[in-house]
């Protein structure tokens, strides 16, 4: 795993979650998100997922090797932005798929 990350810190390649425009400091979210992540663990008696375990170690490593740069895990919430985007489409489709009023074009790339 240390050697993945060295080589993509060495060849300047992005590691998705770390590094913030606004935060020098972990991303307080981050922090607040695996406290209620391990007390819900802890509570209901989980083992650890393989991911998480991961997420931690990953963590950890670049921790060590970028915190004197002043790089630290954040929270990617991409997927919560385009998940109404997602679901809204099939909704906004549905209506008109059930009057009949929905016809296919063709192909409008051309």
């Known amino acids: ?20 425009r606004e935060y020098s400091v972990k991303d307080p979210r981050a922090k607040i998100l695996q406290g209620m992540i391990e007390a819900y663990i ?14 931690l170690e990953v963590e950890r490593i670049c921790e060590e090797l970028l915190s004197v ?15 109404p985007r997602f679901l809204k ?5 549905h209506p008109d798929f059930c009057n009949g009023t929905l ?8």
């Open 69 to 83: 740069k002043g790089v630290y895990p954040n929270v990617i919430f991409i997927q919560v932005f385009y998940m």
């Open 103 to 110: 016809k296919w074009l063709g192909c409008t790339l051309a």
């Open 1 to 20: 795993m240390r050697a993945y990350i060295e080589n993509r810190l060495k060849n300047k390649a992005v590691i998705w979650g770390l590094g913030h």
């Open 42 to 55: 802890k509570k209901n008696n989980i083992a650890l997922s393989k991911r998480f375990e991961i997420a």
């Open 89 to 93: 489409f099939p909704a906004s489709i």
